[in-house]
Nanobody, 127 residues
C-alpha cells in the first residue's frame, strides 16, 4: 500500500506560480515512478507530468511543457510540481499518483498504469 497526500494548492492570479507537493508513505519511495494529473470541472482526467524513480527522466504534457517542472526528493519521499506562468486554463484539481510497476527510466502518461492516487489539490487561477 502507498499513501499519497498533496498540498500547496489554492487560488492564484494569472501569471503567478504555485508549487504542489505530494508526500508518499508505505513503500520504498525511490522504487517507483510518480505522475501528476489534473481534472477540470466537466472534463476527463488528463496527464500533466511524470518522473521516473531516480528523478533523471521526466515527461510533460505539451500544454505545460516549459511552464511546469516536476521533481522529487527521494530522501523526503516527496514529489513536487512547480507551476509557473499559470493561466485560467490550468484551473483544476491536481492529483499525484504512484506507478509501482514502471521499469527504470520509464514513465507513463496513462492513468490506468498508476496504482495509487492522492486525494487531490485544488488550483484556481483567476484572470
Amino acid at each position: 500500500q502507498v499513501q499519497l497526500a498533496e498540498s500547496g494548492g489554492g487560488p492564484v492570479q494569472a501569471g503567478g506560480s504555485l508549487r504542489l507537493s505530494c508526500a508518499a508513505s508505505g513503500r520504498t519511495f525511490s522504487n517507483y515512478a510518480m505522475g501528476w494529473f489534473r481534472q477540470a470541472p466537466g472534463k476527463s482526467r488528463e496527464f500533466v507530468a511524470a518522473i521516473d524513480s531516480s528523478g533523471r527522466v521526466t515527461y510533460y504534457a505539451p500544454s505545460v511543457k516549459g511552464r511546469f517542472t516536476i521533481s522529487r526528493d527521494n530522501n523526503k519521499n516527496t514529489v513536487y510540481l512547480q507551476m509557473n506562468s499559470l493561466s485560467p486554463e490550468d484551473t483544476a484539481a491536481y492529483y499525484c499518483a504512484a506507478d509501482l510497476t514502471a521499469q527504470r527510466a520509464v514513465v507513463s502518461t496513462t492513468p490506468a498504469h498508476y496504482e495509487y492516487w492522492g486525494q487531490g489539490a485544488q488550483v484556481a487561477v483567476s484572470s
